[in-house]
């Protein structure tokens, strides 16, 4: 059954008006939804009792239901939720000093296939809808109701590649986005992208006001074909031409997240190259501590070169910050929560 979370508010204005509403319903509707999150349609008591009744015959309300949680130390939580057709995802939720944050999956598996990664262990199956989207977020809400906390920001950075369910991930970010709903800040929402280049075109004439964040690794595109095949459809200078684009169009900063490989793209050099890249851009770059896969070999750089990595790019003119590690002694890294269960599943 179809989650009513699908719905930005002009959608729903549209599917109200199938039903004969005025466009003032969808307002309710969208408060009941994320204002007071109900779960039921039966309490939503200011719609007509046809409406809700029909309503309650074509849609559900959450699209997920918790199969696992793991918290650690640092009260990192993973979730492993079950979809309505039985595939399952993760959500992560972080605690902050700036807020509490939400990171979602946008697709069931992946078929971008970096080497580094636990998402791409099992392709693709299906793209998430904007409603089950959604509905990660609003099951982590509704566990921060009863202390009266929210989620501030929101990354989207879980298993799948946005670009890749374009569409549906914009739906998405209009409905926690709505003034009328959750009113998550679009300045509150990241966008994380392998480097799919007409959609960044795509995303760039839309003119929105969330961030971008682009997933680069590497320097060149010898190295970086190794690690990611996406490079080899859309090359480093085609990626950084599309950029550039991007932020003049848009002036909003833009961040280069480059993950910390021992011995495979962490030396000065790459550091100097990395610079050379980015350099006179409206950008930083965002190491990130990489979070070991048993199944694919590459390790984490140790502190001292992540720390010399950061001095060699700050000395050459570029930003960057160097990403604490979260949720270290569960199975944090992207995937890897998913493909132990499918792995116990079979
Ligand atoms: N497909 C999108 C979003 C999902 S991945 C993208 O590629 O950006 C989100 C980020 O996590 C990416 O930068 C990805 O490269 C990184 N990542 C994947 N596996 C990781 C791991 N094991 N440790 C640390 N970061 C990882």
Redesign the pocket.
């Known amino acids: 059954m179809q989650t009513i979370y699908d719905f930005s508010l002009a959608n729903a204005e549209k599917m109200l008006a199938e039903h004969g509403q005025k466009p003032y319903r969808a307002k309710q509707l969208y408060s009941w939804l994320y204002r007071k999150r109900v779960q039921s349609f039966d309490e939503m008591s200011d719609l007509p009792a046809a409406l809700t009744e029909a309503l309650r015959n074509e849609y559900c309300i959450m699209p997920v239901r918790l199969l696992d949680k793991q918290v650690a130390k640092d009260r990192t939580a993973k979730y492993l939720f079950e979809l309505s057709d039985g595939a399952t995802i993760e959500t992560v939720l972080m605690h902050f000093n700036f807020g509490k944050s939400v990171c979602v999956s946008t697709q069931v598996g992946c078929n971008?296939g970096?080497a580094?990664?636990?998402s791409g262990l099992l392709k693709k199956q299906r793209d998430l809808t904007a409603g089950e989207i959604v509905g990660q977020i609003m099951y982590i809400q509704k566990e921060l109701d009863p202390q009266g906390e929210r989620v501030d920001n929101v990354v989207v950075?879980?298993t799948?590649?946005?670009f890749d369910n374009y569409d549906n991930v914009m739906e998405f970010c209009s409905v926690i986005n709505s003034d009328h709903g959750l009113s998550i800040g679009a300045r509150h929402i990241t966008i994380?992208?392998?480097g799919i280049v007409p959609k960044i075109r795509e995303f760039a004439q839309g003119h929105y006001q969330y961030n971008l964040a682009v997933?680069l690794?590497a320097p060149d595109d010898e190295l970086r074909r190794t690690l990611m095949p996406v490079d080899r459809a859309y090359p480093l200078d085609e990626l950084m031409d599309a950029l550039k684009a991007y932020s003049e169009e848009n002036h909003r900063r833009l961040t280069f997240?480059y993950?910390l490989l021992k011995g495979v793209n962490d030396s000065d050099r790459h550091a100097e190259e990395l610079a050379d890249l980015i350099r006179g851009m409206n950008a930083y770059v965002n190491l990130?501590p990489?979070?070991a896969?048993d199944e694919n070999g590459y390790q984490t750089t140790d502190e001292r070169t992540a720390l010399r990595f950061y001095d060699v790019i700050m000395k050459n003119g570029v930003k960057a910050t160097l990403r604490s590690r979260h949720g270290d002694d569960i199975d944090a890294?992207?995937g890897q929560l998913r493909a132990r269960h499918e792995r116990n599943r079979q």
Request: overall charge negative; charged content about 10%.
């Open positions: 971008m970096c580094f990664c636990a950075m879980g799948g590649e946005p994380s992208t392998c997933s690794h997240e993950i990130i990489y979070n896969v890294a992207c």
